[in-house]
């Protein structure tokens, strides 16, 4: 009698993640691209000389063709609550348009705040949606709809983008791990970003220079010996998964070979070991760090940075906060765009603005503004994104959406599509059915190039 | 209202005569006597010399003069932005103030129908913060976010000297009464004393209480929001805010801190005795000695008036809203103060008569 | 023998089989164990007759030193140390296997680890806010101590208010989850039913068509009632409280026009409650009052304890049958473990249903049904692949599955291995007994559950490794700390011992509780000698590449 049939996926299935048509590449045939084909947890020349990512682990040819179709995302957080009014649609002279100018940019006919204007330049390289009501105006329910394309459900928690991509599009064999939240005084796994996806999947938290726990050699190991032990574990394996392999312990075995490279190579973490002339550029203070941060860690192959900047919840002089603030943001934002455009890497970065929601229109007795999740903007570029384009509209004084509404769901499906991933799929080799994106969301087409 | 002598007219070179020995303002019995309704949140106020007129800046591109004693408002249109800084020029006919994109506008104010402006200076790159005449009214000073005070020939504009030094955003300034000195002070608290006759810093007073950075939203608050010499150049006063918890929420309590100009120490912190959170938005010196300032926070709006040797305020007046600048009335008797609520109100400290 | 014919004919759908299986009872008088095969035997009857009908040959037995520390992991959620090894391993005794599952079931460390396990089943690792960790677990182990019947300790959980003293730590269950009926509604048809509902709470499961909206919310109004009532006075207790009124009405998200449908609590599949009528002011025992906590006459909350956990709620039988036998067997059944549902067979459909009636006729008995699981062949297989067998299928059973230790197996194993254990043990002393040691080292598992555990709140998932738990086991300081010599642990004994075999018999013993293989010594014996110069800290390496093994990691 056969085996009935099962919905679920054997287990030995679920450690493969690839499944995007880019990365048909198993990872037995990755190791197989490996000196000479032999299978199993050898990686003979782990820890020797300097390993930067993919290109050493397989031959170059591969390489630079996976590295060209790789896709990465790149998340900045402008946590606390960003007015769109003093950034992506400014109101100058209206009831509510605050004291500052509207600037023109680099396309003809759109305006930003006069807060931005290196941004302001880039703006050919940018779309903004200035019609998102998400009608959500608490930090912590603002923050999950942003980011996972839900509503905050009791009992319910899906994965935000960088884990959700992390998880799809990461390539198997990467050192590097998938997603890396920059924030100052950042330490720590993010368990909660992944959700039902695993801790593997979850961001690690790191700050500038500091790469992540544990991982660099303690003193009093020197790395011979950290060969030479690990050679000693890689036997035991052998000896054991000789009739017992299975995904997971191939995956345990490999995840040490893939932290000894790691660990050659800690100081991509550092962005000390950039140039001092790109230290300059990007400026001495957290954000321009952490900008140059980002992109190192792209360039090597991450497939998910997140920046965070605090902070920007101005319920109290919304004005001079957000002088300050965005007087960090704008100049080092705008080089990283230019410098991943200039490299080559925009078109397969996807970039987004984000925040929890924006500011209200009123101004307060503080001369502050309130949150406001009924009409704000975000803004976005890179791979499968228009330039240049301007969706959806607000009203004169920005008290409402005129044109165009749309919320989290329909932003999260635009953030997968532009990557080239189904939102409408179920995540695949999980142990239960899982849309990717809410069922009720839509991509915004006119977004997508 | 009690009687006041009038004030003998001065031709504009020669500083202005102290006031003739007014009918002594009772501050305990202060109340409201008119209200001037705007349409938009006020932002500052300032009586001009002759005390028919008061001008007002608010939330909008306008400066509003008002009747102070009549119901006429006029609006001054030429602005590009909010105006927080204004002065009227002692002895002249002038009115000059600052918007927040830089630019400085000089009024005939007393001209009917209202003119535009004189001559319009792009002052600052970024906002003008405040607007200060010197004594003689010959010169104004500017100060701003681009951390230069500015000092430019009242009569037709010409730039005369650009101070240089401050390392943060320049929130107020003032000229020392007796004319050659000019103070001037930063988000970070820092006083700058400048001589004005070669141009140079010659000290740093330290009001540094005034200012926090705060490291969970990561960004300074801080400023003298309002600033004040005595009439006889004996104290600085610069009013903020201090002990900030919350940036971000405004939590932090009103003060002024005084300093003795002569020796630049700081001599007192003057705070409400029951603190109040929020503001001290701007402080004058009354002839009689005391001091008075304004604050607008959760709790509201306040009116308080201090003597420089107490810490305390000897009175507090309840404001009907957030307060955001002071002007005393030259008759010694009446404050104009700009509320958050559109509305400019007028307050009187003669004694009540007698019913 | 009439059960051995009726094994033949497992063909039939199972509620042909689970009739014919009634009939069957009904036609014997005597229910006794004596008469009929035990419950291993048939479950092996029905895995063996699976596999012949696939023509697969499974793995033989799995060697005493396999099963050894299988066992011990299972029952005791940590390995024997090196004397427990060595007397079983040199136990000549034929029947030494039922004797060791006997001696551990008995345990006191048994008891200990179920709290362990059944605490991650019930509460999935969330913060301890209402209820303090202690007293909740110490009700764990005192309750398989006493074994407990298994409906017993969730109607205990399901009645919990908080309000009686012994009981209270039972209701951790609902306040720790805030009393929210959502997350309730989720968590009790997952865990306690088997069923994940979380996509019916808004329409029925566009996926699963035995998961209805109705039935959602048929769970859901066994909690909408009930509330986290906080008392005024600050020295006492948070409570589970309920109202008496408060009603549920439901409709699907992707029906256009759809009304409100009202229900009343039921179980899924079940009829809705008639529930009782109260003339106005009469709903209250205790009304509610400013800062006092209601006590309706009728309480949904006191229904779903009494109907939820009994015989005759099937999912309720198949759920805790099939989470025991994946406690054991490394998968459920039914897998996942919160996804029985028409859609998704069962790998062996009458075997799930035979052992879900007979842990009912148990009497819900922990202790006795895992017995009969650990003596069945099917436990009792090696992991290893016979020859020329490239591959098996994990539901078949053909062979055992390897199983990634839990965050506190893995603690509790290091601590072993290593040596700090038995560090402790001599260090206590006199004093030394399951409680004593526990206490010792109980802190010392939180740097693993936090490193190896998932998100609290989360079911649990397929086996990961991540960055952090490989930078952890490779440079952090716990490990190397454990490894490093101190007095007592097994780098300290490993260097008072000279001869490179004898390292090498204690180093396999202590940490893969075997004994090594003759290539093993060879291998340990080189290492050593290459590295005479500094023998110590060669010694710390050996130890630390077992411990990162494979072997070590998974339970095999």
Known sequence: ?449 | MAEVQPTPAQPPSQPPAPPAAPVMADPTQVRQVKEFKHNRPLFAARVDPSGRFVCTGAQDKLVARWDVDGDKKLELAGHESWVRGMAFQPGGELLLSGDYTGRLAAWRYAAEPPQPPVYTIEAHKGWVRAVAFSPDGATVATCGNDKLVRLWSAADGKPLRELAGHESHVYNVAFHPSGGHLASCDLKGVVKHWDLATGMAVRQLDASVLWKYDPTFKADIGGARGMAFSPDGAWLATSGITEVSNAFAGIGFAVVVLFDWASGERKQVLRPKENFQGVAWAVAFHPAGFIMAVGGGGGGGALWFFKPDQPNPFFEFKLPNNARDLALHPDGLRLAIAHFDNTLRLYDMSPKPAA | MIARLFARFVRLPPASTALALAVLFCLRPDFSAGQEPPLNALIDQQISSALAAKGITPAGSSGDAEFLRRLYLDLTGTIPTLGEAKAFLDDPSSIKRQQLIERLLNSREFARQMQRVFDVVLMERRPANRIPQAPWEEYLRQSFAANKPWDQLVREILAADGAEGALRPAARFYLDREGEPNVLARDVGRLLLGRDMQCAQCHDHPLVDDYLQADYFGLFAFFNRGFVFTPKQKDQPVLYAEKAEGDVAFKSVFVAGATDQPTRPHLPGQKELDEPQFEKGQEYSVAPADGVRPVPKYSRRAQLAALLPRTDTTAFKRNIANRLWALLMGRGLVQPLDMDHGGNLSSHPELLVLLAERFAVMKFDVKVFLREIALSQAYQRASELPTGVEALPPESYAVAQLKPLSPEQLGLAVLQATGIADAHRISLGPALNEQTLHERIAGSLAPFVNTFAGQAGQPEQDFQATLEQVLFVSNGAVLRSWIAPSAGNLADRLNKLPEPSAVAEELYLCVFTRRPTPEEVADVTSYLQNRAHDRPVALQECIWALVASDEFRFNH
């Open chain 1, 1 to 449: 009698m056969p085996f009935p049939k099962t919905t679920e996926t054997l287990m030995s299935d679920r450690n493969y993640a690839c499944q995007s048509p880019e990365h048909r590449i198993s990872r037995r045939s990755l190791l197989a691209g490996l000196l000479g084909g032999s299978l199993g947890t050898g990686l003979v020349d782990a820890g020797l000389g300097h390993i930067a990512g993919l290109s050493h682990l397989i031959r170059p040819a591969v390489a630079g063709e996976l590295a060209a179709r790789q896709k990465r995302v790149l998340v900045f957080f402008m946590a606390g609550g960003l007015s769109q009014l003093e950034s992506w649609d400014p109101k100058p002279g209206t009831d509510t348009g605050g004291p500052f100018r509207a600037i023109p940019t680099s396309v003809p006919g759109v305006h930003i705040s006069e807060l931005l204007p290196y941004t302001a330049q880039q703006m050919h390289r940018l779309s903004l949606v200035r019609s998102v009501n998400t009608k959500e105006d608490d930090h912590g329910k603002g923050a999950i709809f942003i980011e996972t394309g839900r509503r905050d459900m009791p009992g319910q928690r899906f994965p935000t983008l960088g884990s959700a991509v992390s998880r799809l599009l990461a390539p198997a064999g990467a050192a590097l791990p998938g997603y890396v939240h920059i924030q100052p005084g950042g330490a720590g796994v993010n368990k909660a970003d992944a959700a039902f996806l695993g801790p593997k999947f979850a961001s690690i938290s790191i700050d500038n220079g500091k790469p992540p726990a544990d991982l660099l050699r303690p003193d009093g190991l020197s790395p011979a010996a950290d060969l030479t032990r690990n050679e000693l574990r890689r036997k035991a394996n052998q000896r054991f998964t000789a009739r017992r392999r299975t995904a997971d312990t191939e995956a345990y075995g490999y995840s040490y070979d893939q932290a000894l490279q790691l660990m050659e190579r800690a100081d991509v973490f550092d962005v000390t070991k950039e140039p001092a002339a790109e230290q300059e550029r990007y400026g001495s203070h957290d954000f321009g760090r952490h900008c140059l941060l980002a992109r190192r860690l792209l360039e090597q192959g991450m497939t998910c940075v997140k920046v965070s900047h605090s902070n920007y919840d101005t319920h109290f002089e919304n004005f001079d906060f957000h002088i300050e603030q965005l007087g960090e943001f704008d100049r080092p934002f705008a080089t990283l765009i230019d410098d991943l455009a200039q490299r080559g890497m925009l078109e397969t970065t996807l970039v987004l603005v984000i925040s929890e929601f924006g500011r209200t229109p009123n101004i307060n007795p503080g001369l502050g503004r309130d949150h406001w999740g009924s009409a704000w903007s975000v803004a976005m570029a890179g791979c499968g994104i228009q330039k240049g384009a301007v969706i959806g509209k607000t009203n004169d004084n920005g008290t409402a959406v005129a044109e165009r509404e749309v919320d989290g769901r329909h932003l999260f499906h635009t953030y997968l599509a532009a990557l080239g991933l189904d939102p409408k799929e179920n995540y695949p080799n999980l142990n239960r059915p899982i849309p990717i994106g809410d069922p009720a969301g839509e991509k915004i087409n006119e977004l997508l190039a």
